[in-house]
């Protein structure tokens, strides 16, 4: 009897989809088998491009005459002796007699259409294809996936745009990371890895190290007056065109406190507004890998993983790797079952309910199919929920996504918020406060209108509760005082902020087709933004500093050495997108767009070729006198590969006075920035994080420069609150105090 074989992307699917199936099957090495049909699996990417020495012995040597590599037609082999013996299996269940039909059922996406592909090719068979795809794994989802199997044929060009990809990608890796490395190793150390997404990710964040290097801290005043009647105002300057609400100067300041201070003031403005706020859109991918690293502190892949084990193992959440934040027409039937699936779980119940007891769902921000491409947005599936069977972090993603789709459903928030400006002696103060009139959606989070009186709001600025005011009423000043305060440079992207910039990297691109590509897909896609970060962090390009990612100086080197090359730039990922989304399109040529990508890696070695030495040598910064010796003998402190040190070192003979300060401390690396306050004051201004014990426990301390010019731990007075990486305060092994030995601070 013939039979179908179906090829999922892992063995957990494989095994949902023939619990899915009609008849019994039984489990072999590999597949599952039944009277119809036949269940293998991949383990994701079981075939891979091989590398250059696949195609001459030569490219086992990197040398730059033999660049740029361009194969004349690409070739695969298994990633590893594992992935060969299950690609064995399937390659054997294709070429079976009685098998005469394939149904690919790889995640629906591009990779998952590559997956399948390269398995195929290997083969060697012809055979009819049909495709599976579903965005959910309940049996009822993956039955009616089978109802509507796509011919295999419509998914060419998708699958088009897939080895496009690929072997681009493949074609700008491996020349460009041989011509860099080739140039630069002497400089730079190591392999220099170059790629489309990766690069341009990196260079946001050498970007903002820049900027925050060279940031001169410049000071400022805030002036704060107590009225009474009780409130609070902050000072701003009414005749500035923006209202700086700063004073410029200490003598500024000074005066205005004294000016103010037990003089009586006039209401001059009392304004109150009502505002409304509509619920937050549905989650994709990258917006709920922001909010669980801003929430948690959840890595994206971190995110990434635990919403997968949500969809694949729990069958709890729809596909996670979606770049959609709406819903198709189709699911409209589905929305209350999947809201009724919550009910008996207390935390959501109220929610629920009101979901379930409308007439009619509000779909306005909810159902828009053109918006809808492979998949829709992350929501909770219509299946029960078997909440303690899942793990704390299974839990916590859970919880974002079901409270995410109860909350679309509900009415806006409304809000009052007031103004008032307060004017004494020509000096103007505003106070600003906020409350909750009508919670809506904000009330499936657990908040609820605010009691009587106008309360502060965490985002609002000044002000506590506010009394009755009105308009001309006179008030008294009763004290002012003046918070002297410091300009502080950008901040350093978090996982959050670069997974949002990743994502709209369309910004930072001129030209419009470019720029609407970009729209589209931004820096990457969804599902590989997070492994590009994990990638960055393992070449050492970038390090993890608590919450924030921070460019090591081989990071920035990296960036130093391409200059303005296109490598560098979104632009070059959004031309690569445009083209490939007119490929999966059936609008675009394959061959025209590989001819673009063989031409770009030409031109790519020879820019690095020709990279000027002066280009190659690492950034350095002199940080001011040497705090040992520098007032007597004019040596400076002076950044080199491993340390700041004093210039004052000429060789192990000739040692000088011999401060140092290591910029590799307990796991984290110090940037200019911290060396500079450890010389001019003495200390850290703040408590840092990143830094780990012996045992690889990760801590926080302020850094502290002693009488013999040695760096030393402080811990936090008061433990801080443990993050969910676990980056808590905790002592440093013995004997790992930031010292340095003269004499070592050497290029």
Not at 298 to 323: C, G, I, M, W
Not at 363 to 389: M, Q, S
Not at 525 to 554: F, H, M, N, S, W
Request: proline share 5%.
């Amino acid at each position: 009897m013939p039979k179908t074989l179906v090829i999922a992307e892992k063995p957990s699917v494989a095994l949902d989809i023939s619990g899915a199936l009609p008849g019994a099957f039984e489990k072999h090495e590999g597949y599952f088998e039944g009277e119809n049909a036949i269940v293998t699996y991949a383990v994701g990417h079981l075939v891979e491009l091989i590398e250059p020495e696949g195609y001459d012995e030569k490219f086992k040597k990197w040398r730059m005459a033999d660049l740029p590599i361009i194969p004349e037609e690409f070739r695969l082999q298994p990633r590893d002796a594992k992935s060969k013996k299950q690609l064995n299996v399937i390659v054997k269940l294709l070429k079976r007699a009685d098998v005469d039909k394939v149904i690919n059922a790889c995640d629906a996406g591009r990779e998952g259409e590559l997956i399948f592909a390269y398995i195929f090719e290997s083969a060697g068979v012809e055979k009819p294809v049909e495709r599976l795809w579903i965005s959910s794994m309940t049996k009822q989802a993956i039955k009616e996936g089978f109802e509507k199997l796509r011919p295999g044929d419509t998914m060419r060009p998708l699958e088009s745009a897939a080895r496009s990809r690929s072997e681009a990608d493949w074609l700008i890796g491996m020349n460009a990371t041989r011509a860099a490395t080739i140039r630069g190793r002497a400089w730079v150390g190591g392999v220099v890895s170059l790629g489309r997404v990766q690069t341009p990710t990196l260079a946001l964040i050498v970007k903002r190290e820049r900027e925050i290097q060279r940031f001169v801290p410049e000071p400022y005043w805030l002036v704060n007056a107590t009225f009474d009647p009780r409130y609070i105002g902050a000072w701003f300057n009414a005749k500035a065109a923006d209202n700086e609400t700063w004073a410029r100067t200490g003598e500024h300041a000074e005066e205005i406190v004294a000016r103010v201070t037990g003089k009586t003031g006039e209401v001059k403005k009392v304004e109150r507004k009502e505002q409304s706020q509509g619920a937050p859109l549905l989650y994709d991918l990258t917006s709920l890998q922001r909010d669980a690293n801003s929430r948690f502190g959840f890595s994206a892949r971190r995110t990434l993983s635990t919403a997968q084990s949500l969809y694949e193992d729990k069958k709890a959440l729809t596909y996670p790797r979606t770049n959609s934040r709406y819903l198709s027409g189709d699911m409209v039937p589905l929305l209350k079952p999947t809201a009724a699936t919550l009910l008996e779980h207390g935390e959501y119940a109220a929610g629920a309910r009101f979901v379930v007891a409308l007439e009619s769902l509000p779909l306005g921000r909810v159902i828009n199919d053109a918006k809808v491409d492979d998949h829709h947005a992350i929501i909770p599936t219509d299946v029960d929920h078997h909440l303690h069977t899942f793990s704390p972090d299974e839990r916590r993603i859970f919880d974002l996504v079901a409270r995410r789709f109860l909350a679309v459903f509900h009415p806006p928030a409304k809000f009052a918020k007031t103004e008032v400006v307060t004017e004494v002696e020509g000096e103007t103060f505003r106070t600003r406060g906020k409350i909750t009139l009508e919670p809506g959606w904000r009330g499936v989070y657990g908040l609820e209108a605010d009691e009587e009186g106008t309360k502060k709001d965490d985002d609002e600025g000044e002000g506590n509760e506010l009394p009755t005011l009105e308009v001309g009423q006179q008030v008294v000043c009763a004290s002012a005082e003046l918070d002297a305060k410091m300009t502080r440079p950008p901040a350093r992207y978090t996982e959050a902020t670069l997974l949002s910039a990743m994502e709209g990297a369309g910004k930072f691109v001129e030209e419009d087709d470019i720029r609407e590509a970009l729209k589209e897909r931004g820096l990457g896609t969804p599902a590989t933004r997070a492994e590009t970060i994990e990638t960055l962090i393992r070449r050492e390009y970038i390090e993890r500093v608590g919450k924030d990612l921070q460019a090591t100086p081989k990071g920035i080197q990296v960036i130093t050495m391409l200059d303005e090359h296109p490598l560098t730039s979104p632009e070059l990922t959004g031309e690569w997108e445009k083209q490939l989304t007119d490929i999966e399109k059936g609008q675009g040529s394959t061959a025209d767009f590989m001819a673009g990508i063989a031409e770009l890696a030409r031109t790519t070695v020879e820019h690095l070729a020709a990279l000027d030495k002066e280009k190659l040598r690492p950034e350095r910064v002199e940080l001011g006198l040497c705090p040992r010796c520098g007032a007597e003998s004019g040596e400076i402190l002076r950044e080199n590969s491993k340390a700041y040190g004093c210039t004052s070192w000429k060789s192990r003979e000739e040692v000088g006075c011999g401060f140092v300060i290591w910029k590799r401390v307990a796991g984290r690396t110090l940037t200019p920035e911290v060396a500079r306050q450890l010389i001019e004051e003495g200390k850290t201004r703040d408590v840092l994080a990143g830094f780990k014990n012996k045992a690889g426990k990760p801590f926080r301390a302020r850094l502290i420069l002693n009488e013999e010019g040695k760096v030393e731990f402080q811990l936090p007075a008061r433990p801080q609150k443990p993050g969910a990486e676990g980056d808590e305060p905790a002592e440093p092994e013995e004997g790992a105090e930031l010292a340095a030995a003269p004499g070592t601070a050497a290029e």
